[in-house]
């Protein structure tokens, strides 16, 4: 073992030198570029047909999807704000990950 590590630490690697090749963007003919402006006016064209035929038909436009709500834990639970490594609200002593923690083993 010894003369192995021996031998790999003394070796020396020599590299053939030859030309360097250019380096080319891998992305090139790849990628297209378009202004701000053109992306709303693209927009604008393909809502405003939509728009005016509701308009036309005498049809409300459709409410806006609902705002999501923040989930209230449920006030009476003693368990509900308890951190990992709290004592446990049952009494026990232990930690409330070893004890009513949800991952037991």
Not at 39 to 45: F, G, K, R, V, Y
């Amino acid at each position: 073992y010894e003369d192995y590590l021996r031998t790999l630490l003394r070796l020396q690697i020599a590299v053939k030198q030859g030309p360097i090749p250019e380096e080319r963007n891998p992305l090139e003919g790849r990628l297209s570029y378009s202004k701000p402006e053109d992306a709303l006016t693209e927009s604008d064209i393909k809502a405003a047909p939509a728009a005016a035929q509701a308009a036309q038909a005498g049809e409300a436009p459709k409410p806006a999807a609902p705002k999501p709500t923040t989930y209230v834990k449920d006030k009476n639970d003693p368990f509900a704000n308890v951190g990992r490594n709290d004592p446990c609200p049952c009494g026990s002593g232990k930690k409330f990950k070893k004890c009513h923690g949800m991952y037991q083993d």
